[in-house]
């Protein structure tokens, strides 16, 4: 069982925008920095945001992210069929001494 | 070419045990700080363990605490996961991943490896 909750689905049409959220609490989130990853179908994942809300070289402003408190969430603007994927919130969990991942969010491009 | 080849997977029966390797390419290895992140068949990630870029430091997903250990080579450029008592929960695709971080607070993973399978069935 995830510490962190992620919707399990989310769509939209083509060039519209989706968010998925990632609720945590303050042993992760609220006092650690969270980072996104992309896994396309039968892949390895990929870093798309990291120290919640900068995107490493390569991945396009169309992905964007955000965190208040205990969320965080991601932005995906002028959806793409190349956009279908799952994607999963992280960061590391103080009480734990753990890093932990999200339940993943499908995202589905209708 | 910044990458990371994992090796090791395979079959094995229940309570034996495997060892990973995870070879770095194209980046300062003891600079990172790495993983294992593993997912099952149809499921989710899960993070396994993380070592520091200098290996005093170590931690481990309570599902594999005192079954597996996290080691690296920074000599030999290896990462390793020895995984003993095996189960047939452990059952799954083991990625190896990393970055560079200061402080695990801010650790995220920006190098994946494309994964090795372990299948833990009799």
């Known amino acids: 069982q995830s510490v962190l909750t992620q919707p399990p689905s989310v769509s939209a049409a083509p060039g519209q925008k989706v968010t998925i959220s990632c609720s945590g609490s303050?042993?992760?989130?609220?006092?650690?920095?969270v980072s996104w990853y992309q896994q396309l179908q039968g892949t390895a994942p990929k870093l798309l945001i990291y120290?919640?809300?900068k995107r490493p070289s390569g991945i396009p402003d169309r992905f964007s992210g955000s965190k208040s408190g205990t969320s965080a969430t991601l932005g995906i603007t002028g959806l793409q069929t190349g956009d279908e994927a799952d994607y999963y919130c992280?960061?590391?969990?103080?009480?734990?001494?753990?890093?932990?991942f999200g339940t993943g969010t499908k995202v589905t491009v209708l | 070419e910044v990458q990371l080849v994992e090796s090791g997977g395979g079959l094995v029966q229940p309570g034996g045990s495997l060892r990973l390797s995870c070879l770095p390419s194209?980046?300062?290895?003891?600079?990172?700080?790495m993983s294992w992140v593993r997912q099952a068949p149809g499921k989710g990630l899960e993070w396994v363990s993380i070592?520091?870029?200098?290996?005093?430091?170590?931690y481990y997903a309570d599902s594999v605490k005192g079954r597996f250990t996290i080691s690296r080579d920074n000599s030999k450029n290896t990462l390793y996961l020895q995984m003993n008592s095996l189960r047939a929960e452990d059952t799954a695709v083991y990625y190896c991943?990393?970055?560079?971080?200061?402080?695990?607070?801010?650790?995220?993973?920006?190098?994946w490896g494309k994964g090795t399978t372990v299948t833990v069935s009799s």
């Open positions: 070592i520091s870029g200098s290996g005093r430091s170590t």
């Open positions: 991943a990393g970055g560079r971080t200061f402080t695990f607070s801010y650790y995220y993973m920006d190098v």
């Open positions: 992280g960061t590391w969990d103080s009480s734990l001494s753990a890093y932990v």
């Open positions: 303050s042993s992760n989130i609220g006092n650690n920095y």
């Open positions: 120290e919640n809300n």
């Open positions: 194209g980046f300062t290895f003891s600079s990172y700080t």
